[in-house]
């Protein structure tokens, strides 16, 4: 039997535990029943539902005439860059204060529970800094490439438009994503446990381009990609991965990058380490062996049980987290629901992912809710009739190769309690009989 606490004292692949039940796909009629049953309209009990929406204004609601709709609105010029409702104003990124002793070395999360689909908007995506924010003006901006080259090159944002384009949808993730959580339930909510965590569409020219362009020796085999911040952070990056998918991005989302997310320009390295995706690019370096830098030594390598590292653990494994209902979106009442999260894996795209109720004991199958990518988030979601009894929700996803999303048991028997990175284990959320839901972990 599993026992819940509060705090608890890879590569490699895990067995599927218990077989999954096939998910009933719901007639017209039960859809409605749901929908009714879950705005509380049935058997009319209408009244009572709206009346519990915060601070809703009566005089606006059915069959009244709202406010809004007797009066002209603002004109187009008003806000000349496009502003969120100030009845969004509680979606933004959080710090926490104990992890922020210094915000120029630090990190604010994503707010998970607050989005919907796959896209992050470009404003809420997660910080991570090593050496502050810089200031960088993008006509004075250049970008190197030299070292095992037979044509060194120094590139202008302006020489980089010129190269052929291309535009993708990947997740981005620090590899200390929930690494608080290693030795027990820490963080009170999504966007703590998760929120180092963004999907974006990035466009750019694909550094097989570019290495094509400076003529690339044949005997070279890694990259160091140096950013322009006060760290001069900078990674080794495997050539094979360079000729693959890596992109150099001068956009997101359909605008020029933000200046947190490393504008003018940034390495995107799909489905790896957010840290190799060095921001504020100016320097690649062409060479046959690893440079072992700061970042990639000291830092950023996983501490076995033994007292050894990890050395390069590239990929960003399996994951999922449902992200309503949280600490963040409680349940308000008995009755339907809709059970929703987000899943992705670094190698490739999500094949399936099953969702709990009673802490892993049995297992459903979830649908997918929006398109399916390889190294994207990927919406899923599953109906819930919450009877009011205590419940332990948890998902558990399966990418493309078979691998299958660990437990915390299974995890730490690999990687013991002493890392922060690669952090992930099934999540679960306890929700009590009021509704609240809090973080908690089975062993």
Same mark, same amino acid.
């Given at each position: 039997?599993?026992?819940?606490?509060?705090?608890?004292?890879?590569?490699?692949?895990?067995?599927?535990?218990?077989?999954?039940?096939?998910?009933?796909?719901?007639?017209?009629?039960?859809?409605?029943?749901?929908?009714?049953?879950?705005?509380?309209?049935?058997?009319?009990?209408?009244?009572?539902?709206?009346?519990?929406?915060?601070?809703?204004?009566?005089?606006?609601?059915?069959?009244?005439?709202?406010?809004?709709?007797?009066?002209?609105?603002?004109?187009?010029?008003?806000?000349?860059?496009?502003?969120?409702?100030?009845?969004?104003?509680?979606?933004?990124?959080?710090?926490?204060?104990?992890?922020?002793?210094?915000?120029?070395?630090?990190?604010?999360?994503?707010?998970?529970?607050?989005?919907?689909?796959?896209?992050?908007?470009?404003?809420?995506?997660?910080?991570?800094?090593?050496?502050? @924010?810089?200031? $960088? #003006? &993008?006509?004075?901006?250049?970008?190197?490439?030299?070292?095992?080259?037979? %044509?060194?090159? +120094?590139?202008?944002?302006?020489?980089?438009?010129?190269?052929?384009?291309?535009?993708?949808?990947?997740?981005?993730?620090?590899?200390?994503?929930?690494?608080?959580?290693?030795?027990?339930?820490?963080?009170?909510?999504?966007?703590?446990?998760?929120?180092?965590?963004?999907?974006?569409?990035?466009?750019?020219?694909?550094?097989?381009?570019?290495?094509?362009?400076?003529?690339?020796?044949?005997?070279?085999?890694?990259?160091?990609?140096?950013?322009?911040?006060?760290?001069?952070?900078?990674?080794?990056?495997?050539?094979?991965?360079?000729?693959?998918?890596?992109?150099?991005?001068?956009?997101?989302?359909?605008?020029?990058?933000?200046?947190?997310?490393?504008?003018? @320009?940034?390495? $995107? #390295? &799909?489905?790896?380490?957010?840290?190799?995706?060095?921001?504020?690019?100016? %320097?690649?370096? +062409?060479?046959?062996?690893?440079?072992?830098?700061?970042?990639?030594?000291?830092?950023?390598?996983?501490?076995?049980?033994?007292?050894?590292?990890?050395?390069?653990?590239?990929?960003?494994?399996?994951?999922?987290?449902?992200?309503?209902?949280?600490?963040?979106?409680?349940?308000?009442?008995?009755?339907?629901?809709?059970?929703?999260?987000?899943?992705?894996?670094?190698?490739?795209?999500?094949?399936?992912?099953?969702?709990?109720?009673?802490?892993?004991?049995?297992?459903?199958?979830?649908?997918?809710?929006?398109?399916?990518?390889?190294?994207?988030?990927?919406?899923?979601?599953?109906?819930?009739?919450?009877?009011?009894?205590?419940?332990?929700?948890?998902?558990?996803?399966?990418?493309?190769?078979?691998?299958?999303?660990?437990?915390?048991?299974?995890?730490?028997?690999? %990687?013991?309690?002493?890392?922060?990175?690669?952090?992930?284990?099934?999540?679960?959320?306890?929700?009590?009989?009021?509704?609240?839901?809090?973080?908690?972990?089975?062993?």
């Amino acid at each position: 039997m599993s026992r819940i606490v509060k705090a608890a004292s890879s590569g490699d692949k895990f067995k599927k535990g218990v077989a999954s039940k096939p998910l009933h796909e719901p007639t017209l009629e039960e859809r409605r029943k749901f929908l009714l049953g879950g705005l509380g309209l049935m058997g009319g009990a209408a009244a009572s539902s709206l009346a519990m929406v915060p601070s809703a204004n009566a005089s606006n609601l059915p069959p009244n005439l709202p406010s809004w709709s007797k009066n002209l609105g603002t004109g187009v010029v008003t806000n000349p860059y496009g502003q969120p409702s100030r009845f969004e104003a509680n979606v933004k990124r959080r710090t926490v204060d104990w992890l922020t002793a210094d915000r120029i070395a630090s990190i604010s999360f994503t707010p998970l529970a607050d989005l919907k689909g796959i896209i992050t908007p470009s404003s809420v995506v997660f910080e991570r800094y090593h050496a502050g @924010l810089p200031e $960088i #003006n &993008p006509n004075e901006h250049r970008l190197m490439i030299h070292g095992m080259v037979d %044509r060194p090159i +120094i590139l202008t944002m302006d020489d980089l438009m010129r190269f052929p384009s291309t535009s993708m949808i990947r997740f981005l993730e620090c590899p200390a994503n929930g690494g608080m959580e290693w030795r027990g339930a820490q963080m009170d909510r999504v966007q703590f446990t998760h929120g180092m965590l963004a999907c974006c569409e990035w466009t750019g020219v694909l550094l097989s381009t570019l290495l094509a362009e400076v003529g690339a020796s044949k005997k070279a085999s890694w990259i160091l990609a140096e950013g322009a911040d006060g760290a001069h952070m900078s990674r080794s990056i495997p050539m094979a991965k360079a000729l693959d998918d890596t992109l150099i991005v001068y956009a997101q989302n359909g605008e020029a990058l933000r200046p947190e997310q490393g504008y003018p @320009l940034r390495m $995107i #390295n &799909p489905g790896w380490e957010g840290n190799t995706c060095i921001k504020w690019l100016r %320097r690649l370096e +062409i060479g046959d062996k690893p440079w072992y830098q700061r970042e990639e030594t000291s830092k950023y390598t996983d501490l076995m049980p033994d007292g050894t590292a990890r050395e390069f653990t590239f990929v960003q494994e399996c994951n999922s987290v449902i992200t309503s209902p949280s600490p963040e979106k409680p349940m308000r009442e008995k009755g339907k629901y809709w059970i929703e999260g987000l899943a992705w894996s670094g190698r490739g795209k999500i094949k399936q992912v099953d969702v709990s109720f009673d802490g892993g004991v049995s297992w459903r199958e979830t649908r997918f809710t929006s398109i399916v990518l390889p190294r994207a988030l990927t919406r899923f979601g599953i109906e819930f009739d919450w009877d009011g009894s205590p419940a332990l929700l948890q998902s558990r996803a399966i990418d493309e190769t078979g691998y299958v999303q660990p437990t915390y048991a299974q995890l730490r028997t690999v %990687r013991g309690t002493s890392s922060i990175y690669h952090k992930n284990a099934i999540h679960t959320w306890k929700v009590n009989p009021n509704g609240g839901v809090v973080n908690v972990q089975l062993t």
